[in-house]
T-cell receptor, first 115, second 112 residues
């Protein structure tokens, strides 16, 4: 398998502030990274896909100006929630995959609470 | 379009009895199929995966699943439930290099 870390694991912020979540691959270079969002007791919904060297592709209904994704390198992706509101409170999970493979490696997730 | 349907939102079993979590899929292509487990406030852990090799797939913690193309199913089973199996289970599919499409999840409760 592969090791994926997310930081922070838990964050509480005030409404109107921005929060950055990091997703790191610790032992392989990820050409593709995915960001998912999970509401309480719900399934995971894909927010966006990013490939190294290109801009992220956002799913329908996801505001790209609100959820900024930067595939900074082959081992780092960041998700910035800008001007956060209480409805943005959720569990955010990243996953990484190698080019042309099926399996994805998930980070442990970040619990965001906006007060 | 691809989709995953988990037929039961909640399954309750007694410790030591068999577990069956049902998953049906729809795909225009030959997909890869996965089962993940998620414990409260934790990330996802891969239980097993099917990627066009053997149709009966064995995973971790005694779980296994059988890919049945004729029934478009990929049900997860375990012969004997353990208390530690209580969690949320997700069935998912994808094609190489694409994002996973998840089912809505099945909550497994195990009573003593």
């Amino acid at each position: 398998g592969a090791v994926v870390s997310q930081h922070p694991s838990r964050v509480i912020c005030k409404s109107g502030t921005s929060v950055k979540i990091e997703c790191r691959s610790l032992d392989f270079q990820a050409t593709t990274m995915f960001w998912y969002r999970q509401f309480p007791k719900k399934s995971l919904m894909l927010m966006a896909t990013s490939n190294e060297g290109s801009k992220a592709t956002y799913e329908q209904g996801v505001e790209k100006d609100k959820f900024l994704i930067n595939h900074a390198s082959l081992t780092l992706s960041t998700l910035t929630v800008t001007s956060a509101h209480p409805e943005d409170s959720s569990f955010y999970i990243c996953s990484l995959s190698r080019s042309g493979t099926y399996e994805q490696y998930f980070g442990p997730g970040t619990r965001l609470t906006v007060t | 379009a691809q989709s995953v349907t988990q037929l039961d939102s909640h399954v309750s079993v007694s410790e030591g009895t068999p577990v069956l979590l049902r998953c049906n899929y729809s795909s225009s292509y030959s997909p890869s199929l996965f089962w993940y487990v998620q414990h409260p406030n934790k990330g996802l852990q891969l239980l097993l995966k099917y990627t066009s090799a053997a149709t009966l797939v064995k995973g971790i913690n005694g779980f296994e699943a059988e890919f049945k193309k004729s029934e478009t199913s990929f049900h997860l089973t375990k012969p004997s439930a353990h208390m530690s199996d209580a969690a949320e289970y997700f069935c998912a599919l994808n094609q190489a290099g694409t994002a996973l499409i998840f089912g809505k999840g099945t909550t497994l409760s195990v009573s003593s």
